[in-house]
Structures are given as structure tokens and as C-alpha cells.
């Protein structure tokens, strides 16, 4: 089970820090990616982490602006979002990919085995 939290209303230019606490499952076990879906798109890969600690980026949109991380004690994987954008409103979800390094390419999400619930981050003055 995903534990998501951190959402909320933000400024452009502002920050978020989201996080994503798994029960059930030792997190470097397995790769653990973020993702958005914005209004009316298909739900988008951000970012993963593997269970060896190594980090992908899906979207060339983040432009160093978006960390994901691990806290293995907390069993909890994190994603610090730095100078918001309006468009980067939406849904943000986490998601548990069923091998320890986080897939190449354009992340599919339907093979992806568990979600969270997502966590709405809406970026409006």
C-alpha cells in the first residue's frame, strides 16, 4: 500500500516536497517512480528511483527542478519540486515497478504494478 502526501496550492516559482510511504514492501526492493497526470492528459512519467539507489528522469521538462529520493528507515521515496510551473498542475502519483532498476524509455503505466492515490499540486497565483 502507497501513502501519498504533500499536496497542495502553490505560487509559481514555489516549492513542494511530496512524499510516498510503502507498507508491505522493502522500497529498495524495487524501483519506485513518480508520475503526473494534468487535466484531460494521459498520465506522465517524472522520475524513478531503483532499489539500488540509481535515479532516472523521464520528462526533459523538469530541468533539474524536481528530486526524487529514498529514505529507506522511513520506507519512504520523496520528490522535491523546486520553481513550480502553472502547467505542471495535477495529480501526482507514485508507483512500484516489479524489478529493482526503474525502466528505460517513455515509462509505460500500465506496467506498473502498484499506485498510490495521488496527491493534487495545483501551481496558481
Known amino acids: 500500500q502507497f501513502v501519498e502526501s504533500g499536496g497542495d496550492l502553490v505560487q509559481p516559482g514555489g516549492s513542494l516536497r511530496l512524499s510516498c510511504k510503502l507498507s508491505?514492501?522493502?522500497?529498495?526492493?524495487?524501483?519506485i517512480g513518480w508520475f503526473r497526470q494534468a487535466p484531460g492528459k494521459d498520465r506522465e512519467g517524472l522520475s524513478c528511483?531503483?532499489?539500488?539507489?540509481?535515479?532516472?528522469i523521464y520528462a526533459d521538462s523538469l530541468d533539474g527542478r524536481f528530486t526524487i529520493s529514498r529514505n529507506d528507515a522511513k520506507n519512504t521515496v520523496y520528490l522535491q519540486m523546486n520553481n513550480l510551473r502553472f502547467e505542471e498542475t495535477g495529480v501526482y502519483y507514485c508507483a512500484l515497478y516489479n524489478y529493482n532498476l526503474c525502466p528505460e524509455g517513455s515509462p509505460r503505466p500500465r506496467e506498473w504494478d502498484y499506485w498510490g492515490q495521488g496527491t493534487q499540486v495545483t501551481v496558481a497565483s
Open positions: 508491505g514492501f522493502p522500497i529498495n526492493f524495487y524501483a
Open positions: 528511483i531503483g532499489g539500488d539507489g540509481s535515479v532516472t
